[in-house]
């Protein structure tokens, strides 16, 4: 019971406050048709991505559907990465989007070519952000 | 169980998915919502007050007074000399609120010789700004390396948020205009830079003086620039301003001329890397007065430059052990000064034989967790305070103390502040004309607060009461011939405040806030009450945003009841343009501030009655913003 609980606050506590991992969590799923994705965050999402139902956080690059964040060693540079700045989205190679605050205001963009690709579908709802 | 959990699980999950806000909703969600302060702000120290980004923008405060006139601490006043000076009681006395200090992120930025900087930044623009937090009643000495009464930190945007770059431009009543421009980066190696630059023309309402119109119009370059990573920070600030010095050192406010110029710069370099926090800041204040009365007036011309130098640094050490957090500092300070061109009445003024202040601080903090929801926070501050050279107050030692005892539910927080503050002279006011000759006590204020916080959904309601003992208070005194000088009795003073703030639709909200403060025993009246209530609306339309903002106050000194009304729209064109519209004060019932005013014959000191201004203009703002 004590469980469910902490499991129930959890829910309620993510949902009331955590606007950008519930961005996330709406996004990058629908792009892998998947309802559980795999992510290796960098040091600055990690702690938010742990809190995710939907986002199961893993220790080990190769094993992630897709790296979230602004920094990564170039072991991981294969995989496909959702940056968290705009200057790590126009960094990488593999970025397919990415979540970034400029002009005063967030932003979410994607790239259409890298999304290829992958293999990834962009849904209906989330072309107009492609470029 | 499991199952049940599971199926919960999957039902709340499910209320998520059919919840159904699109992209640009969340996208908007995040920027209303997404609160810098949840981030900065200090936890267990003293009351506090935070306006977040958004409040800043949709109430379109362009200057810091925009936000103080609604404190329902103290409000916003501007002294003789028409610098920003919210305890401002109409005497004669330059500056007097020395104990509130002005921070830029983590750096205090200094006035020069009056050490508080809110001369300076009380009126300054304050669009570099993302969120500001207030605190009052003693915060945390982490941040005081002097007595600190309120803390006001102004956090400045940065690439974290504000890549890219944005010009402002505004015109206002009397033909007051602005242009402000900025432009954040990250750079290639984790660091990232804000640079951020402002010129102002404020052309002000004037006000008659027996004949005179007295002028508070400044012209003001304001320069910022940050350089930071995640544990270093460069701070760069600069303010140059000339300014109509209102009725200045005329004692029956009819200058012929009161001119100030001001140049404030401060650099500094912050840093917290493991258990250390440390600091290294430079200011200099430099600050020329020319003034000039009719040839029979009692003061009939005053030329002065003062350049002051301050360097500062501070050492912390924190550390967590069971359920403690501990933390140890130490803290240094010297003030240098020099007043040159120093006359008065086209006399040559004897230098001062004082001609810097050191200030050593060490504390000891310590949050200690009875429980999850159970915080005791105890500090000590030591300070020792020297004036070498200095016929009177040269020096003292001070023990200031604090006690918070915190108490958290789901819903309630309550917290209890128990103080000690003493507060010593400035370097103005040492061996100075202002000041009884004379050693003067440090005067000290004890208090307690009780602050209660209950939240519901939408809802936030909190009830602040507070006792507060001032004893040894520097006032005027008359038998010094009105020079400053310790009370002698304590003054009492109680408040309480409430504030509810209602959230009814998504974004749109409702503020109120309700005071009531009563002081007994000040010297020429038993009894002074303030009644002083704020309601403040902002609401969202698609691209249009709307602000309401109500300020009524009433005092049983003058007896006379004022109201600030001011009015915003800004319309939203596309992701880069937006204009805006504001109405300030625009009833003209802002409340009325007296300035004392006398004159020296022959037959002694004739009172001429005292002049009432208001500090917040009525005037009308027209701006745009550019972003790009």
């Known amino acids: ?131 | 169980m499991k199952r049940f959990g599971l199926s919960l699980l999957t039902f709340l999950s499910l209320l998520h998915a059919e919840d159904s806000l699109d992209i640009d909703t969340l996208l908007t969600d995040i920027e209303k919502k997404s609160d810098l302060s949840e981030k900065t702000k200090l936890e267990n120290s003293g009351i506090s007050l935070i306006y977040t980004r958004d409040d800043i923008d949709r109430m379109q405060a362009k200057y810091l007074k925009d936000i103080l006139i609604s404190s329902t601490t103290y409000g916003y006043k501007e002294n003789r000399y028409s610098a920003p000076d919210p305890l401002f009681q109409g005497d004669f006395t330059p500056f007097v609120s020395c104990n509130i200090r002005v921070f830029i992120d983590n750096q205090e930025i200094l006035g020069g010789v009056f050490a508080s900087g809110v001369g300076n930044l009380g009126d300054i623009d304050i669009s570099f700004v993302d969120h500001i937090e207030i605190y009052t009643q003693t915060p945390t000495y982490e941040y005081s390396t002097e007595p600190t009464f309120t803390l006001i930190k102004l956090y400045t945007k940065s690439a974290l948020k504000d890549e890219g770059s944005k010009v402002e431009l505004s015109y206002a009543s009397r033909g007051a205009a602005r242009v402000t421009t900025y432009t954040a980066n990250e750079l290639d190696n984790d660091w990232n830079y804000f640079a951020y630059v402002t010129y102002d023309n404020l052309k002000r309402e004037k006000y008659d003086s027996f004949g005179t119109a007295l002028s508070r119009d400044k012209k003001r370059t304001h320069i910022i620039a940050t350089l930071q990573n995640e544990n270093h920070r460069i701070l760069f600030e600069n303010i140059n301003f000339t300014t109509d010095a209102f009725a200045g050192s005329s004692i029956d406010a009819t200058p012929l001329t009161s001119r100030l110029e001001v140049n404030n710069l401060h650099l500094g370099y912050d840093a917290t890397v493991n258990h250390f926090s440390y600091g290294v800041d430079f200011d200099q204040h430099i600050l020329k007065y020319n003034f000039l009365d009719d040839p029979d007036a009692y003061i009939y011309s005053k030329t002065s430059k003062t350049t002051t130098n301050i360097i500062s640094a501070d050492l912390n050490y924190k550390v967590n052990f069971l359920s403690n957090e501990f933390m140890v500092g130490a803290k240094y300070r010297i003030k240098m000064y020099t007043i040159t061109n120093d006359t008065l009445n086209e006399e040559e003024q004897p230098p001062r034989d004082n001609d810097h202040q050191d200030v050593v601080a060490l504390f000891l903090q310590n949050v200690y967790s009875l429980r999850e929801n159970l915080v005791l926070t105890a500090g000590l501050q030591y300070v020792n305070v020297r004036n070498p050279g200095a016929k009177y107050n040269d020096g003292s030692d001070i023990f200031d103390y604090r006690l918070a005892f915190t108490y958290v539910t789901k819903q309630w927080t309550f917290k209890t502040v128990a103080s000690h503050l003493e507060t010593y002279l400035e370097p103005f006011l040492i061996d100075s004309g202002y000041v009884a000759d004379k050693d003067l006590k440090n005067y000290i204020n004890d208090f307690i607060y009780e602050d209660i916080v209950y939240i519901v959904p939408n809802n936030k309601f909190e009830i602040v009461g507070g006792y507060l003992l001032s004893k040894d208070y520097i006032l005027p005194d008359k038998d010094y011939g009105g020079k400053l000088n310790n009370y002698n009795e304590t003054i009492y003073t109680s408040s309480l405040i409430f504030r509810w703030t209602h959230q009814y639709r998504r974004y749109d909200k409702f503020f109120m806030d309700l005071a009531y403060q009563n002081i007994d025993n000040l010297p020429d009246i038993s009894s002074y009450t303030t009644y002083k209530a704020v309601f403040r609306t902002l609401n969202t339309f698609n691209k249009l945003n709307f602000f309401n903002e109500l300020i009524a106050e009433y005092d049983s000194k003058s007896k006379e009841k004022s109201y600030t009304y001011n009015i915003a729209l800004k319309y939203q064109y596309n992701d880069s343009l937006s204009f805006a519209l504001k109405g300030e004060n625009i009833f003209d019932k802002a409340p009325e501030y007296g300035y004392i005013r006398f004159e020296v014959t022959e037959d002694g000191i004739q009172d001429l009655g005292t002049l009432y201004i208001p500090s917040y203009d009525r005037r009308a703002v027209v701006s745009m913003e550019y972003l790009f």
């Not at chain 1, 309620?12 to 792009?31: N, T």
């Not at chain 1, 602004?70 to 700045?85: D, G, L, N």
């Open chain 1, 1 to 131: 019971m004590r469980i469910i609980v902490i499991l129930v606050a959890s829910v309620l506590f993510l949902y009331a406050g955590e606007y950008e991992l519930r961005l996330y969590e709406k996004v990058l799923p629908m792009l892998y048709n998947k309802k559980i994705l795999k992510v290796f965050p960098d040091s600055t999402t990690k702690q938010d991505l742990q809190k995710s139902l939907s986002l199961t956080v893993v220790s080990d690059c190769n094993q992630a559907d897709l790296l979230i964040g602004k920094k990564f060693h170039k072991e991981c540079s294969t995989k496909p990465i959702f940056a968290t700045s705009y200057k790590s989205y126009k960094r990488y190679k593999n970025v397919i989007g990415a979540f970034y605050w400029r002009k005063g205001r967030p932003q979410i963009s994607f790239k259409k070519s890298n999304i290829r690709k992958f293999n990834l579908q962009l849904p209906n709802a989330l072309k107009r952000y492609a470029q």
